[in-house]
T-cell receptor, first 113, second 113 residues
Framework: GQQLNQSPQSMFIQEGEDVSMNCTSSSIFNTWLWYKQDPGEGPVLLIALYKAGELTSNGRLTAQFGITRKDSFLNISASIPSDVGIYFCAGERPMNRDDKIIFGKGTRLHILP | DAGVTQSPTHLIKTRGQQVTLRCSPKSGHDTVSWYQQALGQGPQFIFQYYEEEERQRGNFPDRFSGHQFPNYSSELNVNALLLGDSALYLC????????????FGDGTRLSIL
């Protein structure tokens, strides 16, 4: 099935470092979403972006909707142990609210002790 | 306010069997989408139900079918199970009346022996 190109696939960082991950697509999306998934749980929405160029923050998280509408990035500042998990980008093209979400393969964030 | 609930949490089946997974949407939501998440991958869209009808379908065979009930809850049925059907099956709900991103349940882990 169709998926977004998400990178990096995994990251190993020290606690306190900043993190950056991104997502690209050959298709235009009207909405970009960033989710976090912990083991044994479903994805939890972190940030939703609805307009090209939009920059949105949620605490230590910041995400941007690319001007071309084909990409998005997520930054995490001053990482803490509970940031460990898998981060997914997702694109949506809601047409009359009946379109599906397309997910990237995820970025696995590891924090070294 | 209960979120999206799925049952069972885990299930073990053998090849050729049939399985039914259940989902109750978040209170106030009327649309249910089902996703398959293979190990190490992002969720893949299976289909979406609204007003008790399948509105959109991803690239999944007819062995995958569903149903939505008048109370908006939904079932996912898979017939003639294959080893490759082993995955986490996620349900997500949303509302047609207000545009908000989908909320996910914690999924059903299906293992095929």
């Amino acid at each position: 099935g169709q998926q977004l190109n998400q990178s990096p696939q995994s990251m190993f960082i020290q606690e306190g470092e900043d993190v950056s991950m991104n997502c690209t697509s050959s298709s235009i999306f009207n909405t970009w979403l960033w989710y976090k998934q912990d083991p044994g749980e479903g994805p939890v929405l972190l940030i939703a972006l609805y307009k090209a160029g939009e920059l949105t923050s949620n605490g230590r998280l910041t995400a941007q909707f690319g001007i071309t509408r084909k990409d998005s990035f997520l930054n995490i500042s001053a990482s803490i142990p509970s940031d460990v998990g898998i981060y997914f980008c997702a694109g949506e093209r809601p047409m009359n609210r009946d379109d599906k979400i397309i997910f990237g393969k995820g970025t696995r964030l590891h924090i070294l002790p | 306010d209960a979120g999206v609930t799925q049952s069972p949490t885990h299930l073990i089946k053998t090849r050729g069997q049939q399985v039914t997974l259940r989902c109750s949407p978040k209170s106030g939501h009327d649309t249910v989408s089902w996703y398959q998440q293979a190990l190490g991958q992002g969720p893949q869209f299976i289909f979406q139900y609204y007003e008790e009808e399948e509105r959109q379908r991803g690239n999944f065979p007819d062995r995958f079918s569903g149903h939505q009930f008048p109370n908006y809850s939904s079932e996912l049925n898979v017939n003639a199970l294959l080893l490759g059907d082993s995955a986490l099956y996620l349900c997500a709900s949303s509302s047609q009346n207000t545009y908000q991103p989908q909320h996910f349940g914690d999924g059903t882990r299906l293992s095929i022996l």
